[in-house]
C-alpha cells in the first residue's frame, strides 16, 4: 500500500468552516456594538433641553450594549466540542492522543482513565491543569506527571479535570476544537449524571469500538440515552485495534463486513440518528495505537516499532476519519452555537430600530407642528397685511377725497371772490 499520507494544509482544514463563521459573526457584532454606541451618543447629545428623545428610550438603548457585550462574551469562548465515550481499555485516550500527535493523556492496559478529561487549547507555551471547582493552575510537564495529578486527587468519576495544552503545540487545538476523554461506560453507575454534566453541549460523539469483539450492550445503552436527550447526535463509531486483524487476514473482509453492518443498524435503526448513507461514512476501522506511533515518528520523536501489515490503509482510514470529523463536527457546532447568536444579533438591531424609528418619527411629528403653527402664523400676517392694505387703500380714498373736496372749496371761494 503505497498511497500518499495526507498533510492538511491548514487552510484547508475543514475546521476553517467554524473559525472563519466565528470571526465573521463576530466581526459583526463589533459592527452592531459601534452602531448602538453611536446611537447612544447621538441621543445623549440631543437629548438635553429637547423634548424628543424620553429618558427610558435612552436607558432601553444603552441595554443593548450590554447585550451585544454579553453575546461577545459567549462568542470568544465558542468552541467545537468532541466526546469520546466506549468500554474500558477500548483506546479511547489513544485515539484523543493520536488526533493530538502527542501523548498527551495516559493511556495503558487496565482501567486508566478514572474521571472526565477536557483537553483544550491554551495561549500560555506551559501545559496546567485545572480541577473542577477550583480556579487554581496546576503545571504539569508530562503525561506521567498528569496522571500522578489526578492519581493523587479522589476523584469522583463524574469529575472534570481540564488539561490546558499550548495551542501552538496542536492545530485542532488552535482552531477551538475541545476534546473530552471518559472513563469506560462499562464501570460507572452515573451514566445519567455523565450526559448531564458533559454531554448536553457535545456536538461531535466517537464511540471507540474495540474490533477484537463487537459493540456491546453497555455502550448501547449509553447512546441509546445519549440519543434520547439529544435530537440526532452525530455519533462516529471507530472500530479500532483493527491492527489485530494483520494476524488473521483470512478472516479480515469477513469481520470487517460483520462490524460495519452492525454499526450500520445501531446508527441507522436502533438509533435512527442517521440514513444508511450517512452511516456508511461515520465508520472506520483504525489503529490508535499505530496512528500515534506514526505521527511521532513524522515529527522524529522515536520510533523502533514494528508496523504490522495493512497499517498504511488503516493510517489512511484514520485520516480519511480525521477529515469526516472536521467537516462534521465544525458544520454542527456552526449551526448549534451560532444560530441563537445570529437570532439574538438579528432581535437587537431589530429593537434597535424601532426605538430609532419611534424618535424618527415623534421628531417629525414635533416638525408638523411647528409648521402648522407658523402657517396659522402666516394666516394671521396675510389677514393683517390685507386688512392694513384696505386700510391704506381707503385711507388714500379719503385723503384723495378730501383734497378734491378741498381744491373744490378753494376754486368755488376762489370763483366768488374774482365774481366779487
Ligand atoms: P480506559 O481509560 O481505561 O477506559 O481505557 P481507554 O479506552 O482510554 O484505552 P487506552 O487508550 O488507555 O488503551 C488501552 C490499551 O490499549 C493501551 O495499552 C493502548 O496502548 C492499547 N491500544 C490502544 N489502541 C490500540 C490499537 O489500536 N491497537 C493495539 N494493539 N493496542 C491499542
Ligand atoms: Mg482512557
Not at 161 to 166: G, I, L
Not at 382 to 390: G, I, K
Amino acid at each position: 500500500d503505497h498511497r500518499p499520507l495526507r498533510t492538511t494544509p491548514v487552510e484547508n482544514s475543514p475546521l476553517q468552516i467554524f473559525v472563519k463563521a466565528k470571526k465573521k459573526i463576530n466581526d459583526i457584532f463589533v459592527e452592531i456594538e459601534d452602531y448602538v454606541d453611536d446611537a447612544v451618543d447621538y441621543m445623549k447629545s440631543i437629548e438635553e433641553g429637547q423634548q424628543i428623545i424620553e429618558q427610558e428610550q435612552v436607558k432601553q438603548t444603552e441595554t443593548f450594549k450590554a447585550k451585544v457585550h454579553g453575546i461577545r462574551d459567549v462568542l470568544a469562548r465558542d468552541h467545537m466540542k468532541v466526546a469520546f465515550f466506549g468500554r474500558t481499555s477500548n483506546g479511547k485516550s489513544s485515539v484523543i492522543n493520536a488526533m493530538l500527535r502527542e501523548k498527551i493523556l495516559p493511556s495503558g492496559i487496565g482501567h486508566t482513565t478514572n474521571c472526565f478529561l477536557q483537553v483544550e487549547g491554551s495561549p500560555t507555551d506551559e501545559p496546567y491543569l485545572m480541577l473542577e471547582g477550583s480556579n487554581e493552575h496546576c503545571a504539569v510537564e508530562s503525561v506521567g506527571q498528569l496522571a500522578h495529578a489526578l492519581c493523587k486527587e479522589k476523584l469522583n468519576e463524574s469529575q472534570l479535570v481540564r488539561v490546558f495544552w499550548p495551542r501552538n503545540r496542536c492545530i485542532l487545538l488552535r482552531d477551538d476544537v475541545v476534546f473530552v476523554d471518559s472513563p469506560g461506560v462499562d464501570v460507572s453507575p452515573n451514566l445519567d449524571e455523565w450526559i448531564d454534566k458533559h454531554c448536553l453541549d457535545a456536538d461531535v460523539f466517537v464511540l471507540v469500538a474495540n474490533a477484537e469483539s463487537t459493540l456491546m450492550v453497555a455502550e448501547k445503552n449509553f447512546f441509546h440515552k445519549v440519543s434520547m436527550r439529544l435530537s440526532k447526535p452525530n455519533i462516529f463509531i471507530l472500530n479500532n485495534r483493527w491492527d489485530a486483524s494483520a494476524s488473521e487476514p483470512e478472516f479480515l473482509d469477513q469481520v470487517r463486513r460483520q462490524h460495519q453492518e452492525r454499526g450500520i443498524d445501531f446508527l441507522v435503526k436502533e438509533l435512527k440518528v442517521c440514513t444508511p448513507k450517512e452511516a456508511e461514512e461515520r465508520i472506520f476501522f483504525i489503529s490508535a495505537k499505530e496512528a500515534l506511533l506514526a505521527r511521532l515518528a513524522e515529527q522524529g520523536q522515536n520510533t523502533t516499532t514494528p508496523l504490522a501489515e495493512g497499517f498504511q490503509t488503516r493510517y489512511f482510514e484514520f485520516q480519511d476519519f480525521e477529515r469526516k470529523f472536521e467537516e462534521c463536527i465544525s458544520k454542527s457546532a456552526v449551526k448549534t452555537k451560532f444560530e441563537q447568536h445570529t437570532q439574538r444579533g438579528r432581535h437587537i438591531a431589530s429593537e434597535l430600530k424601532d426605538v430609532l424609528d419611534n424618535i424618527y418619527s415623534d421628531a417629525q411629528k414635533i416638525k408638523e407642528d411647528k409648521l402648522h403653527q407658523r402657517k396659522d402664523l402666516h394666516d394671521k400676517m396675510n389677514y393683517t397685511e390685507q386688512q392694513l392694505m384696505l386700510i391704506t387703500r381707503e385711507m388714500k380714498q379719503k385723503i384723495h377725497n378730501m383734497v378734491e373736496d378741498v381744491e373744490q372749496r378753494v376754486s368755488k371761494a376762489l370763483n366768488e371772490e374774482i365774481r366779487r
